[in-house]
């Protein structure tokens, strides 16, 4: 069951930015953002309305937390990749700057959460790294003729979701993911809609591309993609979730490449090797050190 919602999760969320790039040939990033987020939200807080079982026992300071999570991990986060998309960086690269966060989030989990980081675990977060640098130096030497300071803006976006992870990694309160999800994507319609509104970006423009980079946002990466993120964080840690964030560079690489065109040579293969290796090297340490029988 792990690996069948690893695969899934690291899918979901790498077709993002493929959705991000489909979006901004056609519309502004806040337009793409607003439409991405408000038909789901609509949809969820009508579900919710009508599953009052879900919230019992959770108070407005438990969901007003769970809506900074959510400005911290949709909102921040996705504003500036799409942003740095728009900006002229390719899919793969700004996943590849993404990828620094499983070291971020490793190295802080420690004195943060108070969770045992083992030295497998940190063996391979190191795999995981020198499998990104790999990537990004193929990609950075392809050239995009973005500005040098448009590959500073994802790292915005990892501070972000950096800073989320370890914000629902505190709560004492556990929040069933429907919960979270409605919360967070409610969160970021309102977000949006007011950055859109006061944009003069809020109307979709008219051509079939943009509806159909919304359904692909809204299908993969917002439903799927943030909904496992969250519920693999519960189920398995900080540090098991964030070492199959190594895998969104390489995956992302292997379908610009397959969408977009984006070169894909020896270099990226070989960081796609190191980032596989690193899950292998993170999860066979977690199962050497769980008890027979017992459940991860």
């Not at 999570?69 to 900006?87: D, E, K």
């Not at 108070?114 to 063996?123: A, I």
């Not at 964080?233 to 900080?238: A, I, M, P």
Request: hydrophobic fraction near 55%; aromatic fraction near 10%.
């Amino acid at each position: 069951m792990n690996l069948l919602l690893s695969t899934a999760f690291v899918l979901c969320w790498s077709s993002g930015f493929i959705g991000a790039k489909l979006g901004a040939d056609s519309a502004s990033a806040v337009t793409v953002l607003m439409w991405r987020f408000l038909p789901p939200a609509v949809v969820l807080v009508a579900v919710a309305a009508f599953r009052r079982a879900w919230w019992r026992g959770l108070g407005a300071r438990d969901v007003a937390r769970q809506a900074v999570i959510g400005a911290l991990s949709q909102s921040g986060y996705l504003l500036t990749v799409y942003h740095a998309i728009q900006l002229g960086v390719s899919s793969g690269t700004t996943a590849l700057i993404d990828g620094v966060q499983p070291l971020v989030a490793g190295a802080l989990a420690g004195p943060l959460l108070h969770q045992y980081v083992s030295r497998r675990q940190w063996l391979g977060l190191c795999l995981g790294a020198s499998g990104v640098a790999l990537v990004t130096l193929a990609d950075a030497a392809a050239g995009t003729g973005a500005a040098w300071w448009a590959y500073l803006v994802p790292f915005l976006g990892m501070l972000s979701l950096v800073a989320a992870t370890f914000l629902e990694g505190r709560s004492r309160v556990r929040v069933a993911p429907a919960v979270s999800l409605t919360v967070h994507c409610a969160t970021s319609a309102v977000v949006f809609t007011a950055l859109a509104v006061g944009t003069g970006a809020a109307e979709p423009p008219a051509g079939p591309s943009f509806w159909v980079a919304i359904t692909w946002l809204v299908v993969l990466p917002t439903f799927g993609g943030y909904g496992l993120y969250w519920l693999i964080l519960r189920r398995s840690g900080v540090t098991e979730v964030n070492t199959l964030m190594f895998l969104m560079a390489p995956v992302t690489a292997v379908w610009g490449a397959l969408v977009f065109g984006e070169p894909f040579g020896p270099q990226t293969a070989l960081g796609l090797a190191a980032g596989l290796a690193a899950v292998v090297v993170v999860r066979r340490g977690d199962a050497r050190r769980a008890p027979r029988g017992a459940p991860r």
